[in-house]
């Protein structure tokens, strides 16, 4: 079995920051894209930004300039460095990835969420 589990989030003041962690545990063979989403109350999820194995990175027009996606391969985990906060970033974010268990077998893993919280 395949798990990501998230770390990070928490209450921030507008123009804070915050780093979001997601390490993938389990049965892996590889890690395709890796990607971090996120869920306001009342909200569709959202991408907010995600990564390729080979480290091309691509942002929701929101957050760019602001957030920073990065992952360790070694260490099987993607980062997410948000910057300048704003009260519309409040959300849970999710982590997302694609990944082989085996050679044939790539399923899409989501990690359980963690609270962002920005204050005014």
């Known amino acids: 079995q395949v798990q990501l589990v998230e770390s990070g989030g928490g209450l921030v003041q507008a123009g804070g920051s915050l780093r979001l962690s997601c390490a993938a545990s389990?049965?892996?063979?590889?890690?395709?894209?890796m990607a971090w989403y996120r869920q306001a109350p009342g909200k569709q999820r959202e991408l907010v930004a995600y990564?390729?194995?080979?480290?091309?990175?691509n942002y929701a027009v929101s957050v760019k300039g602001r957030f920073t996606i990065s992952r360790d391969n070694a260490m099987n985990t993607v980062y997410l460095q948000m910057n300048s906060l704003k009260p519309e970033d409040t959300a849970v974010y999710y982590c997302?990835?694609?990944?082989?268990?085996?050679?044939?077998?790539?399923?899409?893993?989501w990690g359980q969420g963690t609270q962002v919280a920005v204050s005014s």
């Open positions: 997302n990835a694609q990944i082989a268990s085996t050679r044939w077998l790539t399923k899409n893993y």
């Open positions: 389990g049965s892996i063979f590889s890690i395709n894209d």
């Open positions: 990564i390729t194995n080979s480290g091309s990175t």
